[in-house]
């Protein structure tokens, strides 16, 4: 038996592949619009939006933006085999962009009075990662 087998039947972790580039450009001071327009498949970048527009309470934006960087995630996730639920787990760096859409979507949804959106996307970050959520906030 391996260390790692997960003995509750459940799912295996989803570990996306790393994508260093828009990562890379975000810590080297590139714009999260500069780094989006590059790579439209950043959830990081797109999450990276969503954190400043909120920042400058533009909650719609940050809304709109939270949910692409949500979105490029679900597709990423389900081109690398997951199948709807599962950990996705916070500790592997290539998978923060999109739980960092999620919680931004979830915030922005509480922040626009979207309760139901806000209950379903914040007990989808604790499902998904539950370091994530704590870290997250």
């Not at 994508?19 to 797109?46: M, Q």
């Amino acid at each position: 038996m391996s260390i790692h087998e997960n003995l509750l039947g459940g799912p295996p972790p989803t570990h996306l592949p790393d994508d260093p580039e828009p990562r890379e450009l975000l810590a080297s001071g590139a714009t999260a619009a500069e780094v989006a327009g590059r790579y439209p498949t950043s959830s990081l970048a797109w999450a990276r939006l969503a954190d400043e527009a909120f920042e400058r309470d533009s909650v719609v934006e940050s809304y709109a933006y939270a949910r692409t960087g949500y979105h490029r995630g679900l597709d990423a996730l389900r081109r690398n085999g997951w199948k709807g639920h599962g950990p996705v787990p916070w500790e592997h760096e290539p998978n923060r962009g999109f739980l960092r859409a999620l919680h931004a979507l979830a915030r922005a949804a509480q922040a626009i009075g979207e309760q139901e959106e806000y209950e379903r996307c914040s007990q989808f970050l604790k499902d998904s990662s539950p370091t994530a959520a704590q870290v997250l906030g």
